[in-house]
T-cell receptor
Framework: NAGVTQTPKFQVLKTGQSMTLQCAQD?????MYWYRQDPGMGLRLIYY???????DKGEVPNGYNVSRLNKREFSLRLESAAPSQTSVYFC??????????????FGSGTRLTVV | AQSVTQLGSHVSVSEGALVLLRCNYS??????LFWYVQYPNQGLQLLLK??????LVKGINGFEAEFKKSETSFHLTKPSAHMSDAAEYFC?????????????????FGQGTILTVHP
């Protein structure tokens, strides 16, 4: 099925543990994004990758690292998880269509709890 | 720089009543504007988007929004609410690709508005 696939869907970590959230898209999109969603704050951009081989910080990058492994995959790593990183994480990809319009496709999210 | 403000974190309407969710934006470049809906414990679903052309945009489930450049607004409306419309709604703005800048199509979201529909 075409779309953005995130794994895992749920995860519980202990403070200080590390983990990598995986994201893959099969739509040949150039740009990919990681967002976190917290109540009352909407979705905030953590990191993005405009194209394969490039990454850049978004609004809330502290405590995270990313890797754009290839055009399909964009992973988010928490090196030392903190309770403040308890959130729902969404991966998204974007393509510029022939008409100049933009479409975004979101994954189903990863619900992360840090205890 | 770009930002989105959604007026009202909670909106409550009766079934059959008009739904109006307010969104104001700021953008340094011509904006692309979006409304997304999120049902409990689910991902984001695109309701509608404005890119160029007609300023009144129709979306799914009977929703529509009007881009008003002079007011920097993109309010979401639906003439008659249904119980199934209860969800959280997000307005978002994207400045598009900027070859000389750094926007790279970043999508900036508002804080969200939770819509409750009463019988």
């Amino acid at each position: 099925n075409a779309g953005v696939t995130q794994t895992p869907k749920f995860q519980v970590l202990k403070t200080g543990q590390s983990m990598t959230l995986q994201c893959a898209q099969d739509m040949n999109h150039n740009s990919m994004y990681w967002y976190r969603q917290d109540p009352g704050m909407g979705l905030r951009l953590i990191y993005y990758s405009a194209s394969e081989g490039t990454t850049d910080k978004g609004e809330v990058p502290n405590g995270y690292n990313v890797s754009r492994l290839n055009k399909r995959e964009f992973s988010l790593r928490l090196e030392s998880a903190a309770p403040s990183q308890t959130s729902v994480y969404f991966c998204a990809s974007r393509v510029k269509a022939a008409g100049g319009f933009y479409g975004y496709t979101f994954g189903s999210g990863t619900r992360l709890t840090v205890v | 720089a770009q930002s989105v403000t959604q007026l009202g974190s909670h909106v409550s309407v009766s079934e059959g009543a008009l739904v109006l969710l307010r969104c104001n934006y700021s953008s340094s470049v011509p904006p692309y504007l979006f409304w997304y809906v999120q049902y409990p414990n689910q991902g984001l679903q695109l309701l509608l988007k404005y890119t160029t052309g007609a300023t009144l945009v129709k979306g799914i489930n009977g929703f529509e929004a009007e881009f008003k450049k002079s007011e920097t607004s993109f309010h979401l409306t639906k003439p008659s609410a249904h119980m199934s419309d209860a969800a959280e709604y997000f307005c978002a703005v994207s400045g598009g690709f900027n070859a000389g800048g750094t926007s790279y199509g970043k999508l900036t979201f508002g804080q969200g508005t939770i819509l409750t529909v009463h019988p």
